[in-house]
Structure formats: structure tokens, C-alpha cells
């Protein structure tokens, strides 16, 4: 079975803080994607890397930024966190071999910042 | 965006059939998804259609009509379990490309 997992379940930060959430997936998956989901507004793209230190915007990059360093880990970075931030962040991953090449999604991370 | 819309809830009540449907209008379409999202977990695939026509998967089918710009799933004999979001998503470009999602549909299944 396909794992995504995310570095926590809940984050509670400050306004200014630098966040980091960290995605890690174990099938050696080529494509991985930070989206976030917000009551009313469904799931919106933030980022997504097609391979190892390749990124793409998404459709609502802004305040973000993401690193992968490795192809199993791909990590979301919040510069200087915002209330407007506050939201459920969601990793997924994807192989080029799959049948439908559906995207595997890791449980969220809740981040909430005051 | 890529125009997908889905409507915001829906209920229906045990063991009864319930359709969800989905319209988009995107260039370049290479593909529908459906995901279930249970509250508070990921979503999970439920089904893809490239093709034109109804592809059926147990209690769960789902249909396209690419000239339409059309899509639905169709949920029979409801199951409490059932209650979730339902997420509409459209594939644009090549096999790789990202995924567009609607903003869900929450269906409740009452007793």
C-alpha cells in the first residue's frame, strides 16, 4: 500500500514564525503536491514538483515556498506565517507508472496560526 | 480555474441510490476523478473516466460525457458509511498533468 505521511497532524504557530511541513512518501513516487482545503473553497494547489529540486507554482503560491532535497520527501515552507495561513494542509503523491495515475493523499496537517 | 462545478451538499437516506454530478469546461481534458474525503481524513480515489460512458466499480459508478462536459457518481444501496465529500477532479495536458478539483459535495446518508 501506498504511504504519504506528514510530519504532524496539528501545528499551532505564531504570527512571523518560519514553518516547515514535511511530506514523505515510500513508493518512490516521481510527482508530489502541497495543496490546501478550506471550507467553501475545496482543494487549491500551492506547489508541486515533478522531480528531485524541480517546483512549480500552483495556482496560490504566494507566502509559500517548498524544497525537495529527495525524491520521498517534499516539504511546504511558510516564511513568515499569517492568520490568513491558518488552514488543512494536504500532501499527495503520484507515480508515472500507475494504472490511473491517481494521486495518494497523506492524512493533513491542521495549522493554525494565532 | 477550470469552471468545475459540483453541487455544495446533498442527503439522501440508507440503502437509497444517490447521483452527484459534476460539470467542467477545460481545454485540453485528459481525465475525471472522484476522491471520497471522510470528515477529518484524506481523500481517498474512488474512480477515474477517460472515456465517454459508465464505469462501474461495486456499489460505485461513474459516468462521462466529454462532449457535455459532464460527469457523475452514481452511489447505490446508501450506507451511513457513506456520508463524506465528495471531490470532483479534471486532468488537463499529459498523463502527468495536476489535477483540478471541485469543491466537494457533502452527502449525508440519514437512517
Known amino acids: 500500500d501506498v504511504k504519504v505521511t506528514q510530519s504532524s497532524r496539528y501545528l499551532v504557530k505564531r504570527t512571523g514564525e518560519k514553518v516547515f511541513l514535511e511530506c514523505v512518501q515510500d513508493m518512490d513516487h516521481e510527482n508530489m503536491f502541497w495543496y490546501r482545503q478550506d471550507p467553501g473553497l475545496g482543494l487549491r494547489l500551492i506547489y508541486f514538483?515533478?522531480?528531485?529540486?524541480?517546483?512549480e507554482k500552483g495556482d496560490i503560491p504566494e507566502g509559500y515556498s517548498v524544497s525537495r532535497e529527495k525524491k520521498e520527501r517534499f516539504s511546504l515552507i511558510l516564511e513568515s506565517a499569517s492568520t490568513n495561513q491558518t488552514s488543512m494542509y494536504l500532501c499527495a503523491s503520484r507515480g508515472s507508472r500507475l494504472v490511473y495515475n491517481e494521486q495518494f493523499f497523506g492524512p493533513g496537517t491542521r495549522l493554525t496560526v494565532l | 480555474g477550470q469552471n468545475i462545478d459540483q453541487p455544495t451538499e446533498m442527503t439522501a437516506t440508507e440503502g437509497a441510490i444517490v447521483q452527484i454530478n459534476c460539470t467542467y469546461q477545460?481545454?485540453?481534458?485528459?481525465?475525471l476523478f472522484w476522491y471520497q474525503q471522510h470528515a477529518g481524513e484524506a481523500p481517498t480515489f474512488l474512480s477515474y473516466?477517460?472515456?465517454?460512458g459508465l464505469e462501474e466499480k461495486g456499489r460505485f459508478s461513474s459516468f462521462l460525457s466529454r462532449s457535455k462536459g459532464y460527469s457523475y457518481l452514481l452511489l447505490k444501496e446508501l450506507q451511513m458509511k457513506d456520508s463524506a465529500s465528495y471531490l470532483c477532479a479534471v486532468r488537463k495536458g499529459s498523463t502527468l498533468g495536476r489535477l483540478y478539483f471541485g469543491r466537494g459535495t457533502q452527502l449525508t446518508v440519514w437512517p
Open positions: 514538483s515533478y522531480d528531485v529540486k524541480m517546483k
Open positions: 477545460t481545454s485540453g481534458f485528459n481525465g
Open positions: 473516466n477517460v472515456l465517454d
